[in-house]
């Protein structure tokens, strides 16, 4: 059985922390994957244990499920790119590209590049009345 959205999942908890929320990096799931794979242990892998939905609010739920409906094969770093904007800004906040310049600590390219791949992906949408360039999540 393949479990690459698993993996994918495992890096990403790797890599994410949010002292904030109490929320910090961990290996667990990622060296579970790996005695699974080297080992030939017989750990289940289940996606809904690397949520951390019960610890943060309601928005950050609903991203988890927008990416997971999407189901776009994000790398991991585009990932917690959009777990950071997402943090920054949730449903209603309008950013643009020097938002996400400053934020992601990307050059114009990259963040356009980004902005781009996630409007193709129907994470965000562009909104009017907010100067050009201005975007939001989609619920």
């Keep these: 059985m393949l479990y690459a959205w ?6 990403v908890r790797v ?25 030939d242990e017989k750990n289940e892998l289940h996606n809904r244990n690397l949520h951390i939905s019960g610890l943060l609010n309601k ?12 189901s776009s094969d994000f790398s991991v770093k585009t990932t917690i790119h ?7 800004f949730g449903f209603d906040e309008v950013f643009g590209r020097s938002a ?13 590049k980004l902005l781009s791949n996630l409007v193709k992906a129907d994470i965000i949408e562009p909104v009017s009345g907010h100067g050009k360039g201005k975007y939001k999540f989609k619920k």
């Design 82 to 88: 959009i777990h950071r904007l997402f943090e920054k």
């Design 6 to 11: 698993y993996f994918r999942n495992a890096l």
């Design 59 to 70: 928005e950050k739920v609903d991203i988890e499920s927008v990416l997971s409906e999407k």
């Design 100 to 112: 996400v310049m400053e934020l992601l600590e990307l050059k114009a390219s990259g963040a356009s």
């Design 15 to 39: 890599n994410y922390t949010n002292l904030q929320k109490d929320i910090h990096e961990t290996t667990e799931y990622l060296g579970a994957f790996l005695r699974n794979l080297l080992l």
